[in-house]
């Protein structure tokens, strides 16, 4: 059974840093493209970052470029986001997923299979 446990969410003030986990189990995560969405408050979930089995390519959403940072544990089973300069607008329930097998990493929604429950990221002003 293919699980994904997203942590680290919480209130942080803007200017802040978090960092979320995700740790997978179920598949050998290391063949797969990993991804991190967020759906804000009366909004659409939308693409946040990318990257590739091996940790060697990443791709990120604009409003994140230069911010955040996407990367894999040394298992390839944990993926990282280190969030910096947070802005209140950064607030949304963040969820980690799995792509399917062979493709690079996409901000496409639905090249995506297996989803965490997520987790809250709030950012006060």
């Known amino acids: 059974q293919v699980q994904l446990v997203e942590s680290g969410g919480g209130l942080v003030q803007a200017g802040g840093s978090l960092r979320l986990s995700c740790a997978a189990s179920?598949?050998?995560?290391?063949?797969?493209?990993m991804g991190w969405f967020r759906r804000a408050p009366r909004k659409e979930r939308e693409f946040v970052a990318a990257i590739s089995w091996s940790g060697g390519s990443t791709l990120y959403t604009d409003s994140v470029k230069g911010r955040f940072t996407i990367s894999r544990g040394n298992a390839k089973n944990t993926v990282y986001l280190q969030m910096n300069s947070l802005k209140p607008e950064d607030t949304a329930v963040y969820y980690c997923?799995?792509?399917?097998?062979?493709?690079?990493?996409?901000?496409?929604?639905?090249?995506?299979?297996?989803w965490g429950q997520g987790t809250q990221v709030t950012v006060s002003s």
């Open positions: 997923a799995s792509q399917r097998a062979g493709r690079a990493p996409t901000a496409d929604l639905s090249a995506y299979d297996y």
């Open positions: 179920g598949r050998t995560f290391s063949n797969y493209s």
